[in-house]
């Protein structure tokens, strides 16, 4: 019914820059929201920045940094600067959505890699 697909992910140094996107296809009449989490190994999956309409939030290890946006269609951006080791994990994008049949649902991609070397 929907997929997401990601990508940007990489290996960057300490201070690069990485842009993730993601882009959803399927039955979809909207997408109401979308979020990008990480999960470093060893660690739990934790937030790192959500986007609903135009209000964005971001946790508070990457503001500044990080900055999430949508095209209104339905991709989805996380651009990462100043990136640092910290910031090493598997991406993942996660949206909300409302089905073209009027329903709502939830769904995860597949994770992105991103490795940051210092």
């Known amino acids: 019914q929907v997929q997401l697909v990601e990508s940007g992910g990489g290996l960057v140094q300490a201070g690069g820059s990485l842009r993730l996107s993601c882009t959803a296809s399927g039955s979809i009449r909207s997408i109401n929201a979308m979020a990008w989490y990480r999960q470093a190994p060893g660690k739990q999956r934790e937030l790192v920045a959500i986007?609903?309409?135009?209000?964005t939030n971001y946790q508070d290890s990457v503001k500044g940094r990080f900055t999430i946006s949508t095209d209104n269609a339905k991709n989805g951006y996380l651009q990462m600067n100043s990136l640092k080791s910290e910031d090493t994990g598997v991406y993942y994008c996660?949206?909300?959505?409302?089905?073209?049949?009027?329903?709502?649902?939830?769904?995860w991609g597949q994770g992105t890699q991103v490795t940051v070397s210092s």
């Open positions: 986007i609903r309409g135009s209000i």
């Open positions: 996660y949206i909300e959505l409302t089905f073209v049949w009027g329903t709502p649902g939830n769904y």
